[in-house]
């Protein structure tokens, strides 16, 4: 049987992590083209962390780039980088952040054409090696298919001075590959939607090692740092591989989309996740024990109170849920939780 349609899978040429693993940028660069020019995307607190030294370390391999510096992920910082992009002719754009510069930069680069290199300076999530962004347009935040990272520059001498909040916050988006896995399965059975058995695997693969790992993800540590991000890099695959954020997102995420909607709480993108994770384990009649254990371990938020939501904000996120994405099939099924259902699961499992 001929294929239907051109497959398409970019994978990362580089991943470099460790301990002043920025210092290889300029080779890396030149591994990737042969353009001699580059722009910086960064933030006013992460130029001073991470991008001048970048800039001065691209400069030393003969290559010029300049520095913009932006804000929130927003449509029209988006085009505000790419004018500037286009103004200097610059062929590869490096992302240097936590989330929204990185969103900024792979957007602009997907829009441009353009090979990105994302250097992440905390790993919160696992947008730093994925072919996803988050942008907001008009207030609301839209998930848009980006460029996947050319090359991933992880120095965890950096990373490690995040706070560890966001590290554990990274792990917790990683682990929410099992309910999401669960989800496309049931995509699968009930909607006949395609499973790509490989990006399956990888992505319960990165899982699986947070959850052997998970007493090794300690502040401080640098060799925690490289654990996570690892697994981060796997799920940022399993996504290029899958085409679609399938493999690493599904109902637990809709959750945390619900609950950014409303604008409530206080959580992180990975922290809402974890605990969507959790409710979503349980929904599938599946081990929440387990992630719950996994979350606890690492030290990232097992509750409500934790991530300052109520009760009633959690219900209603629950039972909106399903609508922040409707054409991905999930455990929430097509019309959401009741009201009890919602409370049930939240009082059941501890969340609440
Ligand atoms: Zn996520």
Redesign the pocket.
Known sequence: MPFEKLAEMILPREVIGGHGAIEKTGEVFNKLTSSKSGIIVTGQTTVKLAGERVKDLLKSSGIETSIVITGQATEENVEKVKEQTRKVDARVIIGIGGGSKIDIAKKSAFDLGLDFISIPTSAS???VASPRATISKNGLSYSVEATMPAAIIADTEIIVTAPFRFLASGAA?VL?NLPALRDWNLGHRLKGEKVSSSAYAISEFAAREIINNASQIKPHIEESVWLVIKQIVFSGIAMSVAGS?RP??GSE?MF?HAVNTIKKGNGL??EL?GIGSIIAMYLHGADWVMIKNTLQTIGAPTTLDQVSLTEEDAIQALMMAHKTRPDRYTILGESGLSESAAREALHLTGVA
């Open positions: 999530h696992d947008g988006d929410s954020s690493a997102s995420h945390a993108h990975g996740c």
